[in-house]
């Protein structure tokens, strides 16, 4: 039988995203969209510690330099250090989409970011896919999408998963060396029992775990898009999932509060032994 605990003792999040991995620290990142503030977990102590922000964000990346990370917020993407907070703004790609925010990102072995957003009203598709480059430049490579999620990618790296989950649906796109995507095509359609398909990440084995919002569940696909099992959560709306621990077999599952009236663990940071190995997180190389 699968172990599903509560990871994050009494914390619970408004919108619990982004699980980061960081080896240089041996701690678990995530992010608290709506509560507007950043956590870490030491899983070796137990010990959490987090931080406010000024406004909404959605992810964090680990920089490749060691000088922080890189930032989702509201208002662009940002230089992000801890302790003390500091933030120092590269740019909004989206002046010209006032109602979009960030919601999920991550680091491909080149060092890039692959970033998406959604209209917060949940009303329009003008959510995009953004690639952020080292160079701090970045390029809007993908649109239409109502509530941008995922991204993860193909143990080759030749494949970039990204998703959207008011349409149930999973795309892959073919993704060359030097950043272009093309061939978007339908990798996966969630059943309407299963709930949206939200964050993602692959295994050291190359199959794709989803959490889904609404559905009380991570899922594991196979390469060929086709369900191998699932596990079920202890509450309805699942964020999103990644790999940690020193030997990545330990998952970390995010959660929210919104939306799960009458629900305790909801909102909680779960670890669940799943029974694989992960794959380690990339840093941004800028």
Request: net charge negative; proline share 5%; with cysteine.
């Given at each position: 039988?699968?172990?599903?605990?509560?990871?994050?003792?009494?914390q619970?999040d408004?919108?619990?995203e982004?699980?980061?991995?960081?080896?240089?620290q041996?701690?678990?990142f995530?992010?608290?969209?709506?509560?507007?503030?950043?956590h870490?977990l030491?899983?070796?102590?137990?010990?959490i510690r987090?931080?406010?922000?000024?406004?909404?964000?959605?992810?964090?990346?680990?920089?490749?330099?060691?000088?922080?990370?890189v930032?989702?917020?509201?208002s662009?993407?940002?230089?992000l250090?801890l302790?003390?907070?500091?933030?120092?703004?590269?740019?909004?790609?989206?002046?010209?989409r006032p109602?979009?925010?960030p919601?999920?990102?991550?680091?491909d072995?080149?060092?890039?970011i692959?970033?998406?957003?959604?209209d917060d009203?949940?009303?329009?598709?003008?959510?995009?896919?953004?690639?952020?480059?080292?160079?701090l430049?970045w390029?809007?490579?993908?649109?239409?999408?109502?509530?941008?999620?995922g991204p993860t990618f193909?143990?080759d790296?030749?494949t970039?998963f990204h998703?959207?989950?008011a349409a149930?649906?999973?795309?892959?796109?073919d993704?060359?060396d030097?950043?272009?995507?093309?061939?978007?095509?339908?990798w996966l359609?969630f059943?309407e029992?299963w709930g949206?398909?939200?964050g993602m990440?692959?295994d050291?084995e190359?199959c794709?775990?989803i959490?889904h919002w609404?559905?009380a569940?991570?899922?594991?696909?196979?390469a060929?898009?086709k369900?191998?099992r699932?596990?079920a959560?202890p509450?309805?709306?699942?964020?999103?999932?990644?790999f940690?621990g020193?030997?990545?077999r330990?998952?970390f599952?995010?959660s929210?509060?919104?939306?799960?009236k009458?629900?305790?663990?909801?909102?909680?940071?779960?670890?669940v032994?799943?029974?694989?190995?992960?794959?380690?997180?990339?840093t941004f190389?800028?």
């Amino acid at each position: 039988m699968t172990t599903v605990r509560i990871a994050s003792g009494t914390q619970r999040d408004i919108l619990g995203e982004g699980p980061l991995w960081c080896d240089s620290q041996n701690a678990l990142f995530w992010v608290d969209i709506f509560g507007k503030k950043i956590h870490r977990l030491y899983p070796a102590t137990g010990q959490i510690r987090s931080w406010p922000l000024p406004e909404l964000i959605g992810w964090i990346i680990e920089r490749r330099n060691g000088n922080g990370f890189v930032a989702g917020l509201k208002s662009g993407f940002a230089l992000l250090r801890l302790d003390p907070v500091s933030i120092e703004w590269i740019g909004n790609p989206e002046m010209d989409r006032p109602f979009n925010r960030p919601n999920d990102a991550k680091a491909d072995r080149q060092g890039r970011i692959w970033a998406g957003t959604k209209d917060d009203r949940d009303q329009e598709a003008t959510g995009a896919l953004y690639r952020l480059d080292p160079s701090l430049q970045w390029s809007r490579v993908d649109d239409g999408y109502t509530v941008a999620n995922g991204p993860t990618f193909s143990l080759d790296y030749r494949t970039v998963f990204h998703t959207d989950s008011a349409a149930r649906t999973v795309y892959a796109l073919d993704l060359a060396d030097n950043g272009d995507i093309a061939k978007r095509r339908v990798w996966l359609r969630f059943e309407e029992e299963w709930g949206y398909p939200d964050g993602m990440t692959t295994d050291a084995e190359g199959c794709i775990w989803i959490a889904h919002w609404g559905g009380a569940r991570v899922s594991r696909f196979r390469a060929n898009g086709k369900l191998d099992r699932s596990i079920a959560m202890p509450t309805t709306n699942i964020t999103s999932v990644t790999f940690g621990g020193p030997d990545l077999r330990r998952m970390f599952v995010t959660s929210a509060s919104h939306g799960c009236k009458g629900e305790p663990e909801a909102g909680a940071l779960f670890e669940v032994d799943a029974g694989v190995e992960g794959i380690p997180s990339n840093t941004f190389a800028g």
